[in-house]
Structures are given as C-alpha cells and as structure tokens.
C-alpha cells in the first residue's frame, strides 16, 4: 500500500516497524536454517576425524613407549623400565578433544532463531559452557606438563624448580574469561546501537 494512503500514527507505525525489525531480528529463518545444517554437517565429519586421530596417536603412543620402557607397569617421567609417559598423548589427544568438544557444545547451544535476545541468550550459555569444558579439558593437561618438567607439586613458582609449578593455566583461564565477556558486551552493544537508529 503506498505510504500516501496511510494516515500520519500508521505511517509512524510503519517507520518504526521497519527501524526496529532488523534489529529485534537475526538471521532470516532459511538462513539460519542453513548455517546450522551446515555446523551439524561439519560437526559430523570431526567427531569422524577425532576417533581416526585418536586411534592413530594412541597407536603411535603405545608403540613408542614398549619399544622404549618395556611392558607398561606404571606411569612416570623418569624414563625407567615399564614407566610410561603419558603426557605427549594426553596432548595430542586432548587439543583435538578440546577442538571438537566446542564445536559440539556450539550445536547444542546456539540454534537457529529469529530473535535476537533469544540468541544472545544461547550465546551467553554457549561461551560459559565451552569456558567450562576448556578448563576442564586444559587443567589436567598443564598438570601432566609441569609433573612431567617439574615433578610432584610442591609450591607455586615460575623458576622451574623440582616441585615448583608454573600457574600459567590461571592466566590462559583468566584471559578467556575476559575475552568472552568483552565480545558479548561489544555485541550487546551494537545491537543497541542498532536499536536507536
């Protein structure tokens, strides 16, 4: 209907439908739709590539160390007789677990919708969640690393010192913790901008 048939307060009406409409909205329906597909699709094929690394590496693993300790009788780092290391495979393991295991939680989260505040609430628990997950996949990893340089925990240091570990998993868990909440604040801020014009 042109414009000139419409009152004043439905012209109004009209302006504001189409001022607040892309903000209010994300991603059309069909758009949204497809991306997910898409995320599912690729989600698929690395959960795939995941068990073939982790057979392979495990392989390798396992390889490795009866040909250089012996029979596995206990971990260890000392390299004696049937002491086996297991930090290089925790590593290679646990990066493409860590990988994966947020591409994952980004599935489950994060769905298709046209409303904005709805997907700012699925991102909000997306990023906690992955946080969780990333502290809970990387904590035990910086554990196996300093045992491994260091030896049993004995005090917080940063001198490399027999028993001295290096708490740089609260930085790295410090960091994403802050980066997750500037990026949500500089998103929840744009769409208010968005909003006003």
């Known amino acids: 209907m042109p414009t000139e048939m419409l009152s004043g307060d439905e ?21 949204a739709d497809q991306r997910y597909a898409e995320r599912v699709r ?24 009866w040909n250089a300790n ?3 009788q206990s971990f260890g ?4 007789t049937g002491q086996w290391n297991p930090t290089l495979w925790a590593v ?11 591409m994952a939680l980004a599935v489950h989260f994060v769905r298709p919708t046209a409303d904005r505040a709805v997907l700012r609430m699925q991102q909000l628990k997306f990023h906690v969640a992955a946080w969780l997950f990333g502290m809970a996949m990387l904590t ?3 554990a196996l690393i300093e045992w491994q340089d260091n030896g049993s925990f004995e005090r917080w240091s940063t001198n490399s010192q027999p028993g001295n570990w290096d708490p740089w998993i609260l930085v790295i ?24 014009r």
Do not use: C, N, Y
Not at 11 to 31: H, M
Not at 92 to 102: N, P, R
């Open 140 to 142: 035990p990893l910086w």
């Open 173 to 196: 868990a410090g960091v994403w913790a802050l980066a997750v909440l500037g990026l949500l604040a500089i998103r929840l801020l744009s769409d208010r901008l968005r909003h006003v």
């Open 77 to 80: 780092h000392e390299g004696e």
């Open 42 to 65: 690729r989600l698929k094929w690395s959960v795939a590539a995941w068990g073939v690394w982790t057979i392979v590496v495990t392989t390798l693993w396992v390889t490795h160390e």
């Open 92 to 102: 290679g393991v646990g990066a493409v677990t860590l990988v994966v295991g947020i």
């Open 11 to 31: 012209q109004s009406l009209t302006a504001e439908s189409r001022r607040v409409t892309p903000a209010a909205r994300a991603d059309a329906p069909g758009v």
């Open 70 to 72: 012996g029979a596995f």
